[in-house]
């Protein structure tokens, strides 16, 4: 086993653990009105009338759930049956039962997407359906994606996760410590190697 073996291995890994969604399917669920925004289902066409409804704003003043100020995003499960907490940034504003919104303004600046805008992170008890793990986007309406929400299990069950584009990259000091990592264990083996050659 080869030290580039290794790095390219750990590599390709790291960036599939990265978004979460490794193999998973991409959706694009909605197209966002510069001026009234996108509310709509989360699971678009692959579960028609699913009650997990999400909402991203246009330009203008944007208050969807029956929110009372500006809003940036918006998630409404109070149609749904497992419990949904929040998981994540604090600045996600719970406005009823299991609805959720970040408001426009936020320690981002007022309209903060995409440069800052806080991760919606939540998380049920109850596993996706195998169906519902993937990556759904809501497109701007040039086409280019606004915003990507990634479904996936972990073994604490369903986690949902709300983020502006793109996805966030690793930091710089993780790709190092990882690679530093591996190196350490790719010399390691390769000492191994020469000495069980050497006893031989």
Not at 27 to 32: M, Y
Not at 104 to 122: D, K, Q, R, Y
Not at 145 to 155: C, E, P, Q, R, S
Request: net charge negative; charged share 15%; hydrophobic share 40%.
């Amino acid at each position: 086993m080869t030290l580039k073996y290794l790095i390219t291995s750990a590599a390709v890994a790291f960036s599939l653990a990265g978004v979460t969604v490794a193999n998973a399917q991409t959706h694009n669920i909605g197209v966002e009105d510069p001026s009234t925004g996108f509310t709509g289902n989360l699971f678009g066409n692959v579960f028609p009338g699913s009650p997990y409804l999400v909402a991203s704003d246009g330009e203008d003043t944007f208050q969807p759930f029956g929110a009372t100020f500006d809003v940036s995003d918006g998630l409404d499960f109070s149609g749904v049956g497992p419990l949904w907490v929040q998981a994540g940034d604090s600045q996600w504003t719970e406005i009823g039962h299991q609805t959720w919104v970040l408001p426009a303004s936020t320690a981002c600046g007022n309209e903060n997407e995409p440069t800052c805008e806080p991760v919606g992170h939540f998380i049920s008890p109850i596993p996706w359906t195998a169906l519902a793990i993937g990556r759904w986007n809501i497109l701007d309406a040039d086409g280019s994606i606004g915003d990507i929400i990634v479904t996936f299990n972990t073994a604490d069950g369903a986690e949902l996760r709300f983020y502006s584009d793109p996805l966030p990259a690793p930091e710089a000091s993780t790709w190092t410590m990882m690679l530093l990592g591996f190196g350490g264990l790719g010399a390691a083996l390769r000492i191994r190697k020469t000495s069980v050659a050497l006893t031989a």
